[in-house]
C-alpha cells in the first residue's frame, strides 16, 4: 500500500514535471505577439475619424446565414435541388477560413508540442470497431414525433426549445438526459411542437439509431454492412500499438486527427451547427492511469486558451463541468460552451477517456491479450494507457469565431459597416491588393507584381473591378487585416497605402517593408 502510494505521487510529480518541462504551464498564450517597432515606413497618415463599435450588437440567426451566403462562406447544399437537411457547402471564403483554422490547430496541437504526433485514418472502418467500442445499438438518442405536423425532434433539444413560463423553469433545472424523458413521458400535453398546428399531441418516445450504414464492396450481405464513422477517435485507439513503434515516442502521448465524421441527426438546425456530415479536430492524450485527472485539467485550460487567444471574447466562452449524464466511457467531463444567438452550446468537449477505449478493443485470444499494455522503459512498470480527449467540431468552433468577429459600426459622415474584426492567422485573405486605377498600364503592373510576391507566402486577393471604396468594404465584410493600394505615387518612391481593417486608419509603407516579411507586418499592427 505503502509502495502505491508513493508511486501515485511520484506519476503525479512526473506529469506536472513534464509540463513545466515543455513550457506548457502557465504561459502566456498572447507572448508571441509582439509589438511592431522594427519596420521602417513612411508617415503619410490620412487621418480619419475612429468607427465606434456597439459591443452589444449581436445578429439574428437569420440574418448571419444571410450575411454567410452573400459573403462566400457557406451556402445550403445541395441548393440546385431545394437543399438538403443538414448540410452546407463552404464557399470560396469559407473553404479557406475553415483550412487556416484547421492549420493553426494542427500546428498548436502536433507539429509544436515534443509530445505529439498526428495520424489519419478512414472513414470506413472494420464493424468490429463500432461493436466493440460500444456505438452498434447504443449510439442512438431519444426521439419523438409530433403527431400534428409528423416532425421528429430529439428530446432534449425539444424541451431546450420552450418558452412557456409555467414549464421552462422545471425544465432547465433538469440536468440528465433520464430526467428530460421521464418528464416528457408524464407532461407531453404541456409541450408544444415549434409547427403550433394543433394542440399538442406526441408519439411515444423510443430510440434513434445515428450510424450511417452502407455496404462494403460489390456484395450486399449481412458481413458486408459497414458504417460511416460517427467519431474519428476509434481510428486513433486501433492504432495505438501502430503508433507507438514507429513514432519511437514515450508516454504521455498524444494522437492528433482532423477528419469527417457523420451522425444521423434526429434534426438537424441552427445552420453549421449541427449537421449530418461534419468535421472533428481530436487529440487523443495517452497516459500513466494516476496523470490522467492532472491533463484532463491542463488540456481543459489549454483549449479555453486557446480559444481565446484566437479571439474569441472572454464574456462569450465559458466552460460547463458535467457531473452527471456523462458519455459512458467518461470519468470527468468539460464542455467549453459559446454563447450562439440560440444560447450558450458546445464547441469543445474534453473528456477522461480512462482506459475504456483500449480495454474494450483488446482482442479475446490469448495471444493477443495484452495488446494494448504499455511497458515504461525507465522503470518496466506495465499499465494500459488511461487517455484524455479534448475532442473539437471544426465546423462549430468555425461558426463561434465568425459570429464573434462580426461587428457593425457606425462610421462618421457614412454609412454603417459591416467587418469582420476576425484574427489576421485566421482571415481567409491577410492582405487585398488594388491598384487604384487601369491606367496607366504601370499601375496594374505594379499591383500584380506586389500581389504574386505577396501570394506567394500568404493567401492574398487581387481586385480591380470596383472603386477603392466599394473595395474596402468587401474586405472589411470577409476579414483582411490590410488592403494595399497602388497608386501614382508608387511610381515615383515606391511606397504603397496600407489600410487597416479595424481602425480604417492609413499609412504609406515602402513596399520592400510589406513583401519581404508579411508574417512580421501580421503579427505586429503598426496601427497599434
Same mark, same amino acid.
Given at each position: 500500500?505503502?509502495?502505491?502510494?508513493?508511486?501515485?505521487?511520484?506519476?503525479?510529480?512526473?506529469?506536472?514535471?513534464?509540463?513545466?518541462?515543455?513550457?506548457?504551464?502557465?504561459?502566456?498564450?498572447?507572448?508571441?505577439?509582439?509589438?511592431?517597432?522594427?519596420?521602417?515606413?513612411?508617415?503619410?497618415?490620412?487621418?480619419?475619424?475612429?468607427?465606434?463599435?456597439?459591443?452589444?450588437?449581436?445578429?439574428?440567426?437569420?440574418?448571419?446565414?444571410?450575411?454567410?451566403?452573400?459573403?462566400?462562406?457557406?451556402?445550403?447544399?445541395?441548393?440546385?435541388?431545394?437543399?438538403?437537411?443538414?448540410?452546407?457547402?463552404?464557399?470560396?471564403?469559407?473553404?479557406?477560413?475553415?483550412?487556416?483554422?484547421?492549420?493553426?490547430?494542427?500546428?498548436?496541437?502536433?507539429?509544436?508540442?515534443?509530445?505529439?504526433?498526428?495520424?489519419?485514418?478512414?472513414?470506413?472502418?472494420?464493424?468490429?470497431?463500432?461493436?466493440?467500442?460500444?456505438?452498434?445499438?447504443?449510439?442512438?438518442?431519444?426521439?419523438?414525433?409530433?403527431?400534428?405536423?409528423?416532425?421528429?425532434?430529439?428530446?432534449?433539444?425539444?424541451?431546450?426549445?420552450?418558452?412557456?413560463?409555467?414549464?421552462?423553469?422545471?425544465?432547465?433545472?433538469?440536468?440528465?438526459?433520464?430526467?428530460?424523458?421521464?418528464?416528457?413521458?408524464?407532461?407531453?400535453?404541456? /409541450?408544444?411542437?415549434?409547427? *403550433?398546428?394543433?394542440?399538442?399531441?406526441?408519439? @411515444?418516445?423510443? =430510440?434513434?439509431?445515428?450510424?450511417? &450504414? %452502407?455496404?462494403?464492396?460489390?456484395?450486399?450481405?449481412?458481413?458486408?454492412?459497414?458504417?460511416?464513422?460517427?467519431?474519428?477517435?476509434?481510428?486513433?485507439?486501433?492504432?495505438?500499438?501502430?503508433?507507438?513503434?514507429?513514432?519511437?515516442?514515450?508516454?504521455?502521448?498524444?494522437?492528433?486527427?482532423?477528419?469527417?465524421?457523420?451522425?444521423?441527426?434526429?434534426?438537424?438546425?441552427?445552420?453549421?451547427?449541427?449537421?449530418?456530415?461534419?468535421?472533428?479536430?481530436?487529440?487523443?492524450?495517452?497516459?500513466?492511469?494516476?496523470?490522467?485527472?492532472?491533463?484532463?485539467?491542463?488540456? /481543459?485550460?489549454?483549449?479555453? *486558451?486557446?480559444?481565446?487567444?484566437?479571439?474569441? @471574447?472572454?464574456? =462569450?466562452?465559458?466552460?460547463?463541468? &458535467? %457531473?452527471?449524464?456523462?458519455?459512458?466511457?467518461?470519468?470527468?467531463?468539460?464542455?467549453?460552451?459559446?454563447?450562439?444567438?440560440?444560447?450558450?452550446?458546445?464547441?469543445?468537449?474534453?473528456?477522461?477517456?480512462?482506459?475504456?477505449?483500449?480495454?474494450?478493443?483488446?482482442?479475446?485470444?490469448?495471444?493477443?491479450?495484452?495488446?494494448?499494455?504499455?511497458?515504461?522503459?525507465?522503470?518496466?512498470?506495465?499499465?494500459?494507457?488511461?487517455?484524455?480527449?479534448?475532442?473539437?467540431?471544426?465546423?462549430?468552433?468555425?461558426?463561434?469565431?465568425?459570429?464573434?468577429?462580426?461587428?457593425?459600426?457606425?462610421?462618421?459622415? *457614412?454609412?454603417?459597416?459591416?467587418?469582420?474584426?476576425?484574427?489576421?492567422?485566421?482571415?481567409?485573405?491577410?492582405?487585398?491588393?488594388?491598384?487604384?486605377?487601369?491606367?496607366?498600364?504601370?499601375?496594374?503592373?505594379?499591383?500584380?507584381?506586389?500581389?504574386?510576391?505577396?501570394?506567394?507566402?500568404?493567401?492574398?486577393?487581387?481586385?480591380?473591378?470596383?472603386?477603392?471604396?466599394?473595395?474596402?468594404?468587401?474586405?472589411?465584410?470577409?476579414?483582411?487585416?490590410?488592403?494595399?493600394?497602388?497608386?501614382?505615387?508608387?511610381?515615383?518612391?515606391?511606397?504603397?497605402?496600407?489600410?487597416?481593417?479595424?481602425?480604417?486608419?492609413?499609412?504609406?509603407?515602402?513596399?520592400?517593408?510589406?513583401?519581404?516579411?508579411?508574417?512580421?507586418?501580421?503579427?505586429?499592427?503598426?496601427?497599434?
Amino acid at each position: 500500500m505503502m509502495q502505491q502510494s508513493k508511486r501515485l505521487v511520484k506519476n503525479k510529480q512526473l506529469a506536472n514535471h513534464h509540463l513545466f518541462a515543455n513550457g506548457l504551464i502557465n504561459s502566456s498564450t498572447n507572448s508571441t505577439i509582439r509589438k511592431f517597432n522594427n519596420c521602417k515606413f513612411n508617415h503619410s497618415e490620412k487621418k480619419k475619424e475612429t468607427p465606434s463599435t456597439s459591443d452589444d450588437y449581436h445578429p439574428s440567426l437569420n440574418d448571419f446565414v444571410a450575411f454567410c451566403k452573400r459573403r462566400g462562406f457557406a451556402y445550403q447544399g445541395s441548393s440546385l435541388y431545394g437543399g438538403l437537411s443538414g448540410s452546407f457547402d463552404y464557399g470560396t471564403i469559407g473553404a479557406q477560413l475553415k483550412k487556416n483554422l484547421k492549420d493553426l490547430w494542427w500546428k498548436d496541437f502536433v507539429e509544436l508540442r515534443r509530445d505529439c504526433v498526428g495520424i489519419d485514418t478512414p472513414i470506413i472502418l472494420h464493424s468490429k470497431v463500432w461493436e466493440k467500442s460500444g456505438h452498434i445499438g447504443n449510439f442512438t438518442d431519444p426521439m419523438v414525433t409530433c403527431l400534428s405536423c409528423h416532425s421528429r425532434f430529439e428530446v432534449e433539444n425539444l424541451l431546450k426549445r420552450q418558452q412557456n413560463p409555467e414549464t421552462k423553469p422545471t425544465i432547465d433545472k433538469m440536468e440528465t438526459a433520464k430526467e428530460k424523458i421521464e418528464w416528457m413521458n408524464q407532461n407531453s400535453s404541456q /409541450v408544444t411542437c415549434p409547427c *403550433e398546428k394543433k394542440a399538442n399531441s406526441w408519439d @411515444k418516445i423510443r =430510440n434513434f439509431d445515428m450510424l450511417f &450504414k %452502407t455496404m462494403y464492396g460489390p456484395i450486399e450481405k449481412e458481413e458486408n454492412t459497414a458504417y460511416l464513422r460517427p467519431e474519428t477517435a476509434q481510428g486513433i485507439f486501433i492504432n495505438f500499438n501502430n503508433v507507438i513503434t514507429t513514432s519511437r515516442k514515450r508516454l504521455p502521448l498524444g494522437v492528433g486527427q482532423i477528419g469527417k465524421a457523420f451522425r444521423n441527426e434526429i434534426s438537424p438546425r441552427d445552420f453549421i451547427f449541427r449537421q449530418r456530415e461534419f468535421e472533428q479536430m481530436e487529440l487523443e492524450y495517452f497516459c500513466h492511469p494516476t496523470q490522467s485527472s492532472d491533463y484532463f485539467k491542463y488540456w /481543459v485550460n489549454f483549449c479555453h *486558451e486557446w480559444l481565446l487567444k484566437y479571439g474569441l @471574447k472572454k464574456d =462569450n466562452v465559458r466552460i460547463y463541468t &458535467k %457531473t452527471q449524464d456523462l458519455a459512458h466511457y467518461s470519468k470527468e467531463t468539460s464542455d467549453i460552451e459559446y454563447l450562439f444567438p440560440f444560447g450558450w452550446s458546445e464547441i469543445w468537449g474534453i473528456a477522461n477517456r480512462t482506459d475504456y477505449d483500449l480495454q474494450a478493443h483488446v482482442q479475446p485470444s490469448k495471444k493477443d491479450k495484452h495488446t494494448f499494455e504499455y511497458v515504461d522503459p525507465q522503470t518496466n512498470e506495465k499499465y494500459v494507457p488511461h487517455v484524455v480527449e479534448p475532442s473539437a467540431g471544426a465546423d462549430r468552433v468555425l461558426f463561434a469565431f465568425l459570429y464573434d468577429a462580426y461587428n457593425v459600426e457606425e462610421v462618421p459622415g *457614412e454609412e454603417k459597416r459591416v467587418v469582420l474584426k476576425i484574427h489576421p492567422d485566421l482571415a481567409p485573405y491577410k492582405f487585398a491588393v488594388f491598384p487604384l486605377q487601369k491606367k496607366p498600364v504601370e499601375l496594374m503592373s505594379k499591383a500584380e507584381e506586389i500581389y504574386s510576391q505577396l501570394a506567394s507566402v500568404v493567401s492574398t486577393d487581387y481586385d480591380v473591378s470596383s472603386s477603392i471604396g466599394v473595395l474596402y468594404r468587401r474586405h472589411d465584410e470577409i476579414g483582411t487585416p490590410y488592403c494595399i493600394t497602388i497608386d501614382h505615387q508608387t511610381l515615383k518612391d515606391n511606397t504603397v497605402t496600407v489600410r487597416d481593417r479595424d481602425t480604417m486608419k492609413q499609412i504609406r509603407m515602402n513596399i520592400n517593408d510589406i513583401v519581404t516579411n508579411p508574417l512580421h507586418l501580421l503579427k505586429n499592427n503598426p496601427f497599434n
